[in-house]
């Protein structure tokens, strides 16, 4: 079982989330999210987010219908009420515990390498809703706070579907990142 540890230290009190939060506008362009000013127009759809933490992208939604947020860690208090203000449900449990159906779209961004069981988490995602829209970071040694190492074969064979995979170098995100739509 993962030691959650390193990410809880990296939020911290969650005052200054703007390190993740401007990483949000670039993996939502690659995600195929529609953006209408700084938020992101989903039509009414319903959303799980696996791994969003206390700065999930649905926070940045418009137009959102009933829609959850999976997270393991614990967060001081007024993440929740934020959460509640915008109507999303918080349920602390870990994506591969994550047993919720019924969504349009399940989100995934930066949050398999942090996990204990991604091929796990991935199944969940397919069986929660029918798109699967996610981002992560491929090919990135596993250390500390980030014991699995991603790769596109390795997420390609999960989803069932081949993704795609470009370096960027711009608003917090460097390295590799693999994206990928599916839809059931």
């Given at each position: 079982?993962?030691?959650?540890?390193?990410?809880?230290?990296?939020?911290?009190?969650?005052?200054?989330?703007?390190?993740e939060d401007q990483k949000h506008y670039v993996y939502a362009r690659y995600m195929g999210l529609r953006q209408k000013g700084y938020?992101?127009?989903?039509?009414?759809?319903?959303?799980?987010?696996?791994?969003?933490?206390?700065?999930?992208?649905?926070l940045k939604t418009i137009n959102l219908g009933n829609s959850t947020i999976v997270d393991p860690l614990l967060y001081p208090h007024?993440?929740?009420?934020?959460?509640?203000?915008?109507?999303?449900?918080?349920?602390?449990?870990?994506?591969?515990?994550?047993?919720?159906?019924?969504?349009?779209?399940?989100?995934?961004?930066?949050?398999?390498?942090?996990?204990?069981?991604?091929?796990?988490?991935?199944?969940?995602?397919?069986?929660?809703?029918?798109?699967?829209?996610?981002?992560?970071?491929?090919?990135?040694?596993?250390?500390?706070?980030?014991?699995?190492?991603?790769?596109?074969?390795?997420?390609?064979?999960?989803?069932?579907?081949?993704?795609?995979?470009?370096?960027?170098?711009?608003?917090?995100?460097?390295?590799?990142?693999?994206?990928?739509?599916?839809?059931?």
């Amino acid at each position: 079982m993962s030691d959650y540890t390193f990410e809880s230290q990296y939020w911290g009190d969650c005052c200054n989330t703007f390190d993740e939060d401007q990483k949000h506008y670039v993996y939502a362009r690659y995600m195929g999210l529609r953006q209408k000013g700084y938020s992101f127009d989903v039509a009414g759809k319903t959303i799980i987010d696996i791994g969003g933490g206390p700065t999930s992208m649905l926070l940045k939604t418009i137009n959102l219908g009933n829609s959850t947020i999976v997270d393991p860690l614990l967060y001081p208090h007024w993440i929740y009420e934020r959460y509640a203000a915008k109507k999303i449900n918080c349920f602390v449990s870990r994506g591969e515990d994550a047993f919720q159906e019924g969504y349009d779209e399940c989100w995934i961004y930066n949050c398999l390498q942090h996990t204990d069981d991604p091929e796990l988490i991935i199944k969940n995602a397919l069986r929660a809703a029918k798109t699967l829209r996610i981002f992560e970071w491929v090919n990135v040694p596993a250390h500390d706070g980030h014991p699995i190492e991603l790769t596109k074969l390795r997420l390609d064979a999960w989803i069932g579907k081949e993704g795609q995979t470009i370096q960027l170098a711009e608003s917090g995100c460097f390295g590799r990142a693999y994206f990928n739509t599916y839809t059931q």
